[in-house]
């Protein structure tokens, strides 16, 4: 079994040559988690990828 890093950009997302978008070129083992809209957040939404993404599905704090 291999081991996946998560990338969780922040608002925004992060530029091309950002450090996180430099790490998830460069390592296939690394997935950057999306969002709907970036410059938007919803603390629900980014919550609910979150947990789809950590397979995690404990009650949200927002």
């Not at 040559?17 to 950057?32: D, G, I, P």
């Amino acid at each position: 079994m291999s081991t996946r890093a998560l990338i969780l950009p922040g608002i925004g997302n992060s530029s091309s040559e950002h450090w996180q978008s430099l790490w998830e070129r460069a390592n296939s083992s690394f997935l950057r988690v999306e969002q709907r809209d970036w410059e938007r957040p919803v603390c629900e939404e980014w919550v609910k990828v979150g947990k789809i993404f950590t397979g995690k599905r404990k009650r949200s704090t927002c």
